[in-house]
């Protein structure tokens, strides 16, 4: 059984930061791929960033300069940086490994203007 748990959101203003954090735990040892995603109201879930066990990144073009996803084994952290109120979404982490997806709850984030 796998378990992901995210912290870490809240309210911030524009131009603010916030720091996410996902621990994943349960059966699997190291998980190939783990990532964050959001949804905001009345859209559909979207990539932020994805960090694959070996360090390779990825980012949604819409917070490249701005976020940065690191990773220490099945605990993945997203630095967001330069906040902007279209960063409002409730955030999902995101775990993978041999073909299967594991999801957190989501924590919410929101930037005031």
């Known amino acids: 059984q796998v378990k992901v748990v995210e912290s870490g959101g809240g309210l911030v203003q524009t131009g603010g930061s916030l720091r996410l954090s996902c621990a994943a735990s349960?059966?699997?040892?190291?998980?190939?791929?783990m990532g964050w995603y959001r949804q905001a109201p009345g859209k559909q879930r979207e990539l932020v960033a994805t960090?694959?066990?070996?360090?390779s990144t990825n980012y949604a073009d819409s917070v490249k300069g701005r976020f940065t996803i690191s990773r220490d084994m099945n605990t993945v952290f997203l630095q967001m940086n330069s906040l902007k109120t279209e960063d409002t979404a409730v955030y999902y982490c995101?775990?993978?490994?041999?073909?299967?997806?594991?999801w957190g709850q989501g924590t919410q984030v929101t930037v005031s203007s």
């Open positions: 995101n775990a993978g490994s041999s073909g299967r997806n594991y």
């Open positions: 349960g059966t699997i040892f190291r998980f190939n791929s």
């Open positions: 960090i694959t066990s070996g360090g």
